[in-house]
């Protein structure tokens, strides 16, 4: 028997066919969400990959499990996502280095960014400030400049290892400012803060997170800041671009992204994109990512994609310039 439709009811049966794949895809996801975070438990990167997880959690209807595998600076947690991928369910958060230094700082990292990684959205970011011993005799960026310019390594500063942010930020304002400084690497911000206030050392460059309880206390100071804008946590601590000679452009920050591996399908994204950044919108977790020195900061994935190759190719020749001078 042959079935005859109508015009109508042929363009009924299309429309249907083609609400398919849109059905489809608003069942992702179909299982629970493994998010991968290259930190331990209780660090500042763990904590904020729970502060969007737990409401994703909820808006996606899956529970989402936060997969600690610290190591290389993050870089063991981007491993582990890549290893674990092939189900679409399988994404990572990580701060910038595992995605613009670690590939000119490790022989191998194992994964190829541009190949490899799909950007999602950026999460937060951090500034990093100059602070100093209030017994230092040093009062503000000026007073520092001059003193760093005495002679070649009249200061030294301190930081968390080398190739972290804190050391690349300082060799970038020590060329930005034509200044040369020692650097002495540490495992810590508390040792680091410890010798600061020691004398054991003249300053640090750190999350303001990490200054504040010392500045509180009376015992550091802030001199200058590393954002474009002054910083919530810290809004007195005046902002280095465009003062004291520095160049207007100067800007160094710690960040944090959402990642996907990247056979993730676009719609998927899309969708992660969407869900988080109406998260950060929310006043109260802009608030809980501020009170652990972070400052929401939502945006598409194209705009990830380009703040991790300006940072590779800024935080590149950075590298070059301390390499070649060892």
């Not at 996907?260 to 998260?279: F, G, K, M, S």
Request: aromatic share 4%.
């Amino acid at each position: 028997m042959t079935i005859k439709l109508t015009r109508r009811a042929a363009i009924t049966c299309a429309a249907a066919l083609a609400a398919v794949p849109a059905v489809a895809q608003n069942a992702w996801p179909t299982q629970p969400v493994h998010v991968y975070v290259g930190f331990p438990a209780g660090s500042s990167p763990d904590t904020l990959a729970r502060i969007i997880t737990e409401p994703l959690a909820q808006r996606l209807g899956q529970p989402v499990v936060v997969e600690n595998k610290p190591g290389a600076g993050g870089v063991i947690g981007v491993q582990q996502m890549l290893a674990a991928s092939g189900d679409g369910h399988t994404f990572g958060t990580t701060i910038n280095g595992p995605l613009t230094t670690a590939q000119r700082l490790m022989d191998d990292t194992g994964f190829d960014v541009e190949a490899d990684i799909a950007p999602v959205t950026l999460i937060a970011t951090s500034p990093l400030v100059l602070a100093v011993s209030t017994d230092s005799g040093i009062s503000d960026l000026e007073g520092f400049i001059e003193a760093a310019g005495a002679e070649e390594d009249a200061l030294a500063y301190g930081s968390v290892g080398q190739g972290s942010g804190a050391h690349l930020t300082a060799e970038l304002f020590a060329d930005a400012a034509g200044v040369s400084m020692l650097h002495i690497p540490f495992t810590s911000y508390a040792e680091v803060t410890t010798s600061i206030i020691g004398g054991e050392i003249d300053a640090g460059f750190m999350a303001p997170s990490a200054a504040l309880p010392h500045v509180e206390a009376g015992k550091m100071q802030m001199l200058g800041i590393t954002s474009a804008e002054s910083f919530p946590q810290a809004p007195d601590v005046p902002v280095m671009a465009g003062s004291a000679g520095l160049p207007e452009d100067l800007r160094a920050e710690l960040w944090n992204a959402f990642i996907a591996p990247a056979d993730t399908d676009p719609e998927v994204i899309e969708r992660l994109n969407t869900e988080i950044n109406d998260i950060l919108a929310d006043p109260e977790v802009q608030q809980k990512l501020l009170d652990i020195g972070w400052q929401a900061e939502p945006g598409t994935s194209q705009e990830l994609a380009e703040r991790i190759a300006t940072d590779t190719e800024m935080w590149g020749a950075v590298i070059d310039r301390v390499q070649a001078d060892q």
